[in-house]
C-alpha cells in the first residue's frame, strides 16, 4: 500500500483528533471532543481548493454573485438545485471562502453534537474515528459540499422521528434538504418512524435484511423500476445514474463481508431501547449501498445519508459486549472494514487529483 500526498495530509488530521478525543475519558480532559471538532472544522471551513467538486461550487457562486437580484437568477445555466442557488446569493455580502467557512460550522456542529449527546466519554474517540475514517461522512464534506448540507439536515431532522415526535417538521426539514440536494427527498418515506409505536419487536430489521439479500438476488430485476420512481422524487435530474458502475463490480468475499455486517447490526437492534433501535435500522441501511452501487451509478450516494449513525451505533454496539473475544472481533471486523475503504479511497484518479494539495484561504488573500 501506498501513501500518498492527499493521504498523508488526512491520516495526520485523524490520527491528531482521534487521540485528542480518546482523552476525554479522562476528567481533567473536558473539552477534548470541542478541540478535536475545533481543529477538524478549522481545517475543512479554512480549506482552499481541496475537495474534487470544490472548483464547480466556486464557479457557481461567482456566477450567482454576478445578478443584482435573486429573482433575475436565470435557474436553466445551473445543474444546481435551486435551494443551494438561493444559498449561494444569500452569502454573496461574504463571499465564497465564507459561505464555506458557515456551512463547514453547521456540519462539523452536526455531527460533534450527536457524538455529545448519544456517545459515552469514554467512547467518544471511537464515534470521532467512525467520523474522520468512514469515506462516506467527514471525506465527502471535502467535495460533495452540497450534499453534505443535506445529509446534516437529514441528521438534525431525524430526531423528529422519535425523540419530538413531529412528522410535520420532519418533512419540513427534508423539504429543505431537497431543495439543496434532490437525494433527499428519498429521506421522506422514513417519515412513517414517526408513527411506529412498537419498537420493542424487530419487524423493521427484518425487512431491511430481507430487502438487502433480496437486491442481492434480485437487484437487476427490481432495477427496472427504479427510473419510475426516481422521475416521481428527484424529477428526470437524475436519471442517467440508471447505470451499473462497472469498475466496482460485486464479489461474493465482499457481499458475504457486508451481509455478516447488517446481520450483526440488526442483531444488536433487538436489545436496544427505541430511542436508540433506530440508528441502528438507520445504520443498517448504510450497507444496502453496497448492493446499490453496483447496479445504479453513484448509487452509493443513498449510503451517505445512513453511514453517519453508524457514529453512535458502533460506539455503542461495542461498549455493550461484555465478552473481550467478541468484543475485539466485531471491533476489528467493523473497523478493518473502514480502514480498508479508506486506504482504497485515496487509490481514486479524482481523490488524487483533487485532494492533490491542502492549502487555506489565506494562500488566497
Same mark, same amino acid.
Given at each position: ?109 452536526? =455531527? ?7 456517545? &459515552?466519554? @469514554?467512547?467518544?474517540?471511537? $464515534?470521532? *474515528? #467512525?467520523?474522520?475514517? !468512514? ?102 435530474? =437524475? ?7 462497472? &469498475?466496482? @463490480?460485486?464479489?461474493?468475499? $465482499?457481499? *458475504? #463481508?457486508?451481509?455478516? !455486517? ?104
Amino acid at each position: 500500500m501506498q501513501i500518498t500526498i492527499p493521504m498523508q495530509t488526512i491520516l495526520l488530521l485523524n490520527i491528531t483528533v482521534v487521540f485528542i478525543a480518546f482523552l476525554a475519558r479522562f476528567k481533567k480532559s473536558g473539552l477534548a471532543l470541542e478541540l478535536a471538532f475545533l481543529i477538524i472544522f478549522l481545517f475543512t471551513g479554512l480549506r482552499y481548493n481541496f475537495g474534487a467538486d470544490y472548483p464547480g461550487y466556486k464557479v457557481t457562486f461567482d456566477t450567482i454573485s454576478a445578478y443584482t437580484s435573486l429573482f433575475s437568477i436565470d435557474k436553466s445555466q445551473f445543474v444546481a438545485e435551486t435551494g443551494w442557488l438561493i444559498l449561494c446569493y444569500i452569502f454573496k455580502p461574504i463571499g465564497f471562502f465564507g459561505m464555506v467557512l458557515v456551512l463547514s460550522a453547521f456540519i462539523c456542529y452536526t =455531527y460533534y453534537s450527536l457524538i455529545k449527546k448519544y456517545v &459515552e466519554p @469514554g467512547y467518544y474517540w471511537m $464515534g470521532v *474515528a #467512525v467520523y474522520c475514517f !468512514m469515506t462516506e461522512i467527514m471525506l465527502i464534506q471535502f467535495s460533495a459540499l452540497r450534499q453534505a448540507v443535506a445529509i446534516a439536515i437529514f441528521l438534525f431532522a431525524s430526531r423528529y422521528l422519535l425523540e419530538k415526535r413531529s412528522p410535520i417538521k420532519y418533512v419540513l426539514c427534508i423539504l429543505l434538504a431537497g431543495t439543496i440536494h434532490s437525494s433527499a427527498y428519498f429521506m421522506l418515506i422514513f417519515v412513517m418512524f414517526a408513527f411506529y409505536k412498537d419498537w420493542n419487536n424487530n419487524k423493521t430489521g427484518y425487512v431491511i435484511l430481507t430487502v438487502f439479500f433480496g437486491l442481492l438476488v434480485f437487484g437487476q430485476t427490481i432495477l427496472g423500476v427504479m427510473p419510475f420512481l426516481t422521475t416521481i422524487f428527484a424529477g428526470d435530474r =437524475y436519471l442517467d445514474v440508471f447505470t451499473a458502475d462497472n &469498475e466496482s @463490480g460485486m464479489t461474493l468475499t $465482499g457481499g *458475504a #463481508v457486508w451481509g455478516i !455486517m447488517i446481520v450483526i447490526v440488526v442483531y444488536f437492534s433487538k436489545f436496544q431501547p427505541k430511542e436508540f433501535k433506530y440508528f441502528y435500522l438507520f445504520y443498517s441501511m448504510y450497507f444496502i449501498s453496497y448492493i446499490l452501487i453496483n447496479l445504479i451509478w453513484t448509487g452509493d450516494r443513498f449510503g451517505y445519508y445512513f453511514a453517519p449513525f453508524g457514529i453512535i451505533a458502533l460506539p455503542k454496539m461495542i461498549s455493550e459486549i461484555k465478552l473481550p473475544i467478541i468484543k475485539v472481533a466485531i471491533f476489528l471486523l467493523f473497523f478493518g472494514f473502514i480502514l480498508s475503504r479508506f486506504f482504497n479511497f485515496f487509490t481514486y484518479e479524482f481523490v488524487i487529483e483533487g485532494y492533490a494539495k491542502y492549502q487555506t484561504i489565506f494562500s488566497q488573500l
